[in-house]
């Protein structure tokens, strides 16, 4: 069985249909979904705004996580029952689905299929950011906007075992504790007019090395205001 969608529209237009079981071909694995995670890309693909037009009927989902039911020729460092997380396009949401070797990840020890359906996306990007694009070091200090979000937690808990000191900035009270609570030094509250003095401040008077955005518009241009010369964004 998937979720699918004939047309586009609200939540309601997907629906449970019986669909015929994928058969893995060369490289390819087989993986019973245990849970699939919900990205902003979804919605948007449902309601017909996504970059590509859908082929009806159309799955959703590009997270998920399970255990390989079977694998292709070729496949060499994955087996049948291990536990995995799945990056895929558009076929999270069934009860089995397809994907290459490459796109297949152990499950971390302790870590279940909820908790691991939402790491994909989010945490791939952040690493990204982080790691790949900001190349931040221990010592240095971060800025995460939106920080309450999906990628946002993800780039703060990253920054900070990187040996960062990170500060988050969010909109209410509830979502500044809890960007506190998953590690941020600092949180700080972009509604207000003087937020980038106050990022300035609590990273000595210098700036911050990096600012992680994915927040953009005036965030983005404001952020100049609290960058370290020589910082990236």
Known sequence: KAIRFHQHGAPEVLQLDDVDDPKPGNGQVLVRVYAAGVNPTDATGRRGGGAQAATFPATLGRDAAGVVEGIGSGVKNV?????????????????????????IYPVPDGVGPIDAASIGITYSTAWDAVVNKADVQAGQTVLVQGASGGVGIAAVQIAKAMGAKVIGNASTDEKRAWVLAQGADHAVDYTQEDWPTQVKELSGGNGVNAIIDGVGGDAFVRSFECLAPGGAI
Do not use: Q, T
């Not at 049948?80 to 796109?103: F, H, M, Q």
């Open 79 to 103: 087996k049948s029952g291990d536990k995995v997380i799945v990056r895929v396009s558009n076929a999270g949401y069934s009860e089995l689905l397809l994907a290459k070797e490459e796109d």
